[in-house]
Structures are given as structure tokens and as C-alpha cells.
């Protein structure tokens, strides 16, 4: 079952708009997980593989080594 992470910047979005703390700090999460989700897909689609641990650590070191990532 494919994901599409982009849809976590619609609840990123939704919890920007309350007005409380608690709401915003969740919506950065949320924000995060959609830009993380969303790269960690294109670079596996264009052949990346990750080993299973720090795979955050690994999506963010491929990103410095490329200079375009389109979908």
C-alpha cells in the first residue's frame, strides 16, 4: 500500500490553524514527516536503498549529495 506522505501537510495545515501551542509544535512534526516521507520515496525511486537503522540520518546525507530531486 503505497503512502502519500504530502497529505500530512493538509493535518500540518489544520493543526496550524488552533490556536495553542501543543497544536503547532505537532504540526512542525507533521510538516517533517511529509518533506521526510515525500524525499526518502524519491531517492528509493531513483535507486537509493537505506539500511534499516538512522534511515533519517541517511535520507538527510543523500540529500547534500544531490543537487536536483524531483519526483
Known sequence: MS????????VANYLLSQ???????SAVSRAYYAVF???RGILQSQGT?????????????QMKR????TA
Open 37 to 39: 516521507g515525500a524525499v
Open 19 to 25: 490556536r495553542s501551542e501543543e497544536y503547532w509544535r
Open 49 to 61: 536503498q537505506f539500511k534499516s537503522d538512522n534511515i533519517h540520518r541517511q535520507v538527510i546525507n
Open 66 to 69: 544531490h543537487k536536483n530531486l
Open 3 to 10: 503512502f502519500n506522505w504530502l497529505f500530512y501537510l493538509n
